[in-house]
């Protein structure tokens, strides 16, 4: 009997997978391997937010269900709509613009089973997140791939989708500080974007986490700041990235109600919904945690000189934008992303990954995280340095 189903077969293999076997046999050989490949902090999460769950947990009435189960409790719901108004002047009703999500990748998926007919067609961007992807094949949509190049600043040229691929299509995923390239967006661009939404009858996605990580800090955004986006758009958050809450698993949706409305009723069939204790310690660091996310930028600014300074001595490129703890860098000639990958695992101890597993339009670049200590940093970039100085 063949238990795999169908929907399961047709999604593309991590292409991470192909490097795990290197990294087992380095780890075997006692290689001192030092990640770069994965964007989760190292830092803990702040000691406020903790005492905040701590306390939660010793209420009995929060070992029940989730109060308001799928939707999230109203005081989380009014607590991101209070640091959306704050943080980028977007004006949120808690009842019906904001959803809790059990992390953002759970969004992704309710959004498109909520919203996405089996073949429709949902645009997403090339390199992309691997979880779009995946869950477009889940709901038996047809991804199509509108690419990111680097002479438009890893921005899609919509405009230039074809007519007849924006008629058959119902969503389009971005994100925007984007992972793994790094760019960020302008309003300008939001605003062309929502027009042209507007035109094709498309429903627009931001995926947000890195909103806050972005330098300098002034330039952060969101797409709901564009006068009417609520009616096409929502705009997907998180506590992981941002507050270094990647295990607790908590999000957000916010912006337009219809959509809102939509993944909500997917939702009341999938999930009971966040632990109390988890939202209430959320709606603490959403209240107090600004000075933290200020001395976690000072942190990855810091390590992004490290890496830059000897990228820049060794004559690499990175093409960097503005926004998350990622770096992009240009592969040297000749190489193929995952041999060059291959390459700095094998002669360097160094794990980064190869712009190709986030599809075809990552060829010829590497991804880099600053999520690891400073000291390992500078150790993994002097053992690059030799490497490339080796040849
Ligand atoms: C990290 C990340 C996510 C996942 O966020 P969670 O809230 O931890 O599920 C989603 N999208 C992108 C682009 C990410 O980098």
């Given at each position: 009997m063949d238990i795999l189903a169908d929907r399961l077969k047709n999604i593309p293999p991590y292409l991470f997978m192909q490097l795990r076997d290197k990294i087992r046999k380095a780890q075997a050989d006692g290689v001192d391997l030092i990640s770069l490949a994965i964007g989760d902090p190292v830092e803990p999460t702040p000691a406020y937010i903790i005492e905040a769950l701590r306390e939660a947990v010793l209420d009995p009435a929060n070992h029940q269900y989730p109060t308001d189960e799928h939707k999230g409790m109203l005081v989380f719901r009014q607590a991101v709509a209070r640091w959306y108004g704050r943080k980028y002047g977007v004006t949120l009703d808690p009842e019906t613009e904001v959803l809790a999500l059990n992390g953002l990748k759970e969004g992704i998926h309710s959004f498109i089973m909520a919203t996405v007919n089996p073949g429709d067609i949902v645009l997403m961007t090339n390199p992309g997140y691997p979880a779009y992807r995946a869950n477009i094949?889940?709901?038996?949509?047809?991804?199509?791939?509108v690419p990111l190049l680097e002479k438009n600043r890893f921005l899609p040229?919509?405009?230039?989708?074809p007519k007849k691929v924006c008629q058959k299509a119902k969503a389009f995923f971005l994100n925007y500080p984007n992972n793994p390239t790094g760019a960020c967006a302008d309003g300008n661009f939001f605003s062309r974007l929502v027009t042209w939404a507007k035109e094709h009858k498309l429903l627009l996605l931001n995926d947000n986490p890195y909103s806050e990580i972005v330098f300098p800090a002034d330039r952060r955004q969101s797409l709901l700041q564009v006068p009417g986006a609520k009616d096409v758009a929502v705009e997907f958050n998180s506590l992981s990235k941002a507050y270094n809450m990647t295990g607790w698993r908590i999000g957000m949706a916010v912006g337009s109600d219809k959509i809102i409305h939509a993944m909500s009723r997917y939702k009341e069939n999938v999930t009971s919904g966040v632990f109390n204790a988890i939202q209430l310690a959320s709606v603490k660091a959403m209240d107090a945690g600004d000075q933290d996310i200020e001395n976690m930028l000072t942190i990855?600014?810091?390590?992004r000189d490290i890496v830059l300074r000897v990228f820049d001595e060794i004559g690499m490129c990175a093409t960097g934008g503005g926004g998350t703890f990622y770096l992009w860098i240009a592969v040297p000639p000749g190489f193929s992303s995952l041999e060059f990958t291959t390459k700095l695992l094998e002669e360097a101890g160094v794990l980064v990954t190869p712009g190709i597993a986030y599809g075809?339009?990552?060829?010829?670049?590497?991804?880099?995280?600053?999520?690891?200590p400073d000291d390992r940093l500078k150790q993994a970039m002097e053992r690059i340095r030799s490497t490339i100085k080796r040849g």
């Open positions: 094949h889940i709901a038996g949509a047809e991804a199509y791939d040229a919509f405009e230039e989708i990855y600014q810091r390590r075809q339009g990552g060829e010829g670049y590497f991804r880099l995280s600053l999520t690891v």
